[in-house]
């Protein structure tokens, strides 16, 4: 396979990679009990997601090159230098000072560790502490690992490696980066932003809160995952770039959970549309939007604006939206918005995908202009990308939705042609 190029200069420009990762065993592993720990407010029935899953991936493979985290992993991890560099830093992290486990780890063979590392490795219960001990597991399995896009985000030709809120998702970036940096499809630039610019140890980042919008603009949600201080370290290493850049940052509730990331409330359809939840990205007057402007490396203005449509018109950037829930119902909306309904996925502008259970939400797309085709339709030939304009492809996502996130969640874009603007 030919070595793929970082490029993400806008969050809508035609796909030419992405990397996903198929839910397993570690979903699975997961129960009533542990949820809260692993941010989960609910349990998965695999055996219902795999289904609507697989077919958000056969639509994905329809349309460009799709990698899944488990075979980079393996293929990475390989080379042994990698693979002993990435246990280190997962000793480090999750097993500080337990040599005795961290040997354990380190002697699991290549052929199955690229799996234990996202489903989990039991504790052996070899002494009385182990034995009596309540935890199944010396390493966690990863089930919030589907939502590729959290752990990395891109920027131009840069993987940012981000800095999560929670430690029970700091071993998906240190992956990540470890596939990234160091997997001959890739060899990309990366850089934690937090790690290099934040002095205060509040920074936190994460990659459902960033999208891309055009080279020169970025929007990011401050909320229960991205501190203002992560922004703050986003923007100073956007200040060690030529030219100028626009940074909108939009606030964010602390709750309900579905308010976790910036692309829960906003995503972008096409160069002149975005889907919102209006409640908050129209009508909210309690929480800010701030519009940074750097020039040349400098910070030349900070100011708040009225909101981020407001904000993207000022400098020549004129979106429609479209209501997540349709415009006549709070209820609907705050429904819809609670089960992924804002959260698309763009394949070229113009076409998206997303759960087909917001009714109300695809409704207000087909009245946009967008045709509207189910999945199983593009993967079985009866439908294909090149006949529609507009389209939205849509996953049942009864389930999947479930897990707190949508089509945009679940993706984790390397490569994107840019948009002729």
């Not at 692993?38 to 994905?60: C, K, Q, R, T, W």
């Not at 390989?78 to 990435?86: A, T, V, W």
């Not at 199955?112 to 597991?137: P, S, V, W």
């Not at 609670?338 to 087909?356: C, D, R």
Request: some cysteine.
């Amino acid at each position: 396979m030919q070595k793929m190029n970082i490029n993400i200069n806008s969050d809508i420009g035609k796909l030419n990679g992405v990397i996903v990762h198929l839910p397993g065993a570690e979903v699975e592993n997961m129960t009533p009990e542990n949820a809260e720990r692993a941010l989960y407010s609910d349990i998965l029935n695999l055996s219902i997601a795999l289904p609507e899953y697989h077919d958000f991936i056969g639509v994905l493979k329809k349309f460009t090159t799709v990698f899944e985290v488990n075979d980079l992993l393996h293929e990475v991890i390989k080379n042994h230098e990698y693979r002993n560099e990435l246990l280190q830093l997962i000793c480090k992290n999750e097993h500080s000072g337990d040599d005795d486990l961290c040997n354990y780890i380190e002697s699991i063979g290549d052929s199955i560790l690229a799996k234990n590392l996202i489903q989990g490795i039991e504790m052996r219960k070899d002494n009385l502490t182990r034995f009596i001990d309540d935890e199944r597991y010396c390493l966690h399995p990863l089930p919030n690992f589907f939502f590729t896009r959290d752990a990395s985000f891109s920027i131009g030709d840069e993987v940012m490696i981000s800095k999560m809120a929670n430690n029970v998702r700091v071993r998906e970036t240190l992956i990540m980066e470890t596939i990234l940096k160091n997997h001959p499809l890739f060899n990309a630039k990366t850089i934690n932003p937090v790690n290099t610019y934040d002095k205060t140890g509040k920074g936190t980042i994460e990659g459902g809160d960033v999208i891309v919008v055009r080279e020169d603009i970025l929007l990011v949600g401050s909320g229960d995952r991205t501190s203002t201080q992560g922004i703050d370290s986003v923007i100073e290493h956007l200040k060690t770039k030529k030219g100028n850049h626009h940074i909108i940052i939009q606030e964010l509730p602390l709750k309900p959970e579905s308010f976790i990331h910036l692309d829960m409330v906003f995503t972008l359809l096409d160069t002149d549309k975005c889907m919102i939840y209006e409640p908050l990205i129209i009508n909210a007057t309690k929480y800010f939007t701030i519009h940074v402007v750097i020039d040349n490396g400098k910070v030349v203005s900070i100011k708040e604006e009225k909101n981020i449509l407001t904000a993207l018109r000022k400098i020549g950037m004129e979106l429609e939206p479209v209501v997540c829930g349709g415009k006549h119902n709070q209820i609907i909306m705050e429904r819809e918005q609670w089960q992924s309904g804002a959260n698309f996925f763009t394949l070229e502008p113009g076409k998206v995908i997303g759960y087909g259970r917001n009714v109300n939400t695809i409704e207000a797309l087909s009245k946009s202009g967008f045709d509207i085709v189910h999945a199983k339709d593009i993967i079985s030939g009866k439908e294909a990308f090149e006949e529609h304009k507009k389209l939205v492809v849509t996953i049942d996502g009864n389930e999947l939705s479930r897990g707190g996130g949508g089509a945009r969640c679940m993706t984790m874009p390397v490569s994107r042609q840019d948009v002729n603007w």
